[in-house]
């Protein structure tokens, strides 16, 4: 399916081109139902709309010539239906995107002009511990198939607007369905995490400056359900942020490309003001440990013009049991 196939149409009043008929909006997908114009004039039924992506005629099955009506396309390619332009020699409009309903031939609506469409870009992130390989389906459609923890998806495009997620095993059990907002053009990463009571998603945006005149992009994010409120910590006596709690996601900070060591700690140390960019660290320091008691660290090779966002994941089921997955963006 092309994502960027989108039609815009305006619909006048829902009526037929004769104006007496109204006109019937296509049903859900897979519920099926009639067409234009509910019945045929001799009285038959009409023939429902087919489950999705199963093809299938649309009314009246064969036109007066004798010649096959062309058939629904799969789920999201549009195209028209019978029977293909009406008599005034005006376009039909073509099917919307799967579930989002509209009228059909002729609809007494107009054509403006093929647009893209509204899209956001996602990817997703495995942070649920001790659960096997998950599956997400958004509105229905597989987005991953099989993610294991510590993991995450490439990016891809989704509606915006609100869309339902499915997380389930790769034998279909539901752990979790739930609606989230997306934002036209926004960037997002939708994490699985833990909860008391099961698996929950966490909607965490992505959108930074790009780095510019040199500089990189640094940031943590904390998914460890078993870790308390946590400082990021240098050996040099720097507190990169301080109390990073579960869900919370710390502001981008501009970092100079180079060779950190950063330790997570709990401890009473005042952070470094949230407007000062992080500079480099000088070499002696590297392996030396800070004198605060530290439960993780991370060695990470800044390179410029880069986005990092690392994200601590739990790694046992003890507290304060975490490890680093990161993410580099360009």
Wanted: aromatic share 10%; charged share 15%; hydrophobic share 35%.
């Amino acid at each position: 399916m092309d994502p960027n196939r989108f039609y815009y149409v305006i619909a006048s009043a829902g009526r037929s081109a004769s104006g007496s008929e109204p006109v019937i909006p296509l049903p859900y997908p897979g519920e099926g139902g009639p067409v234009y114009p509910g019945n045929d004039p001799a009285g038959e039924p009409v023939i429902p709309l087919p489950y999705p992506g199963e093809g299938g005629p649309v009314y009246p099955g064969n036109d007066p010539a004798g010649e096959p009506v062309i058939p629904l396309p799969y789920p999201g390619e549009g195209g028209p239906v019978y029977p293909g332009n009406d008599p005034a020699g005006e376009p039909v409009i073509p099917l919307p995107y799967p579930g989002e309903g509209g009228p059909v031939y002729p609809g007494g609506g107009t054509v403006i002009q093929p647009v893209p469409p509204s899209t956001a870009r996602v990817r997703f992130l495995n942070a649920a511990y001790n659960y096997p390989a998950l599956r997400i389906l958004v509105d229905g459609s597989r987005f991953a198939a099989r993610m294991r923890y510590a993991s995450v998806t490439g990016c891809g495009l989704v509606h915006s607007g609100h869309r339902t997620i499915t997380v389930t095993n790769s034998n279909g059990r539901v752990y979790l369905r739930k609606t989230i907002p997306f934002q036209a053009n926004s960037d997002s990463t939708v994490a699985v995490i833990n909860t008391a009571s099961g698996l929950d998603l966490l909607q965490i945006a992505d959108r930074c400056c790009p780095p510019s005149n040199g500089w990189s992009s640094f940031r943590v994010v904390n998914l460890a359900y078993n870790s308390g409120p946590l400082d990021v910590i240098m050996s040099d006596g720097r507190v990169v942020y301080s109390d990073l709690r579960f869900k919370e996601a710390a502001a981008f900070k501009r970092i100079v490309p180079g060779t950190y060591q950063f330790f997570y700690a709990d401890t009473n140390l005042a952070p470094m003001s949230p407007t000062l960019a992080i500079e480099r660290l000088d070499p002696a320091w590297l392996g030396v440990y800070p004198p605060q008691e530290t439960f993780g660290s991370l060695l990470l090779n800044i390179n410029q013009g880069e986005i990092y966002t690392v994200c601590l994941l739990q790694n046992g089921s003890g507290r304060n049991n975490i490890q680093n997955l990161i993410l580099v963006d360009q």
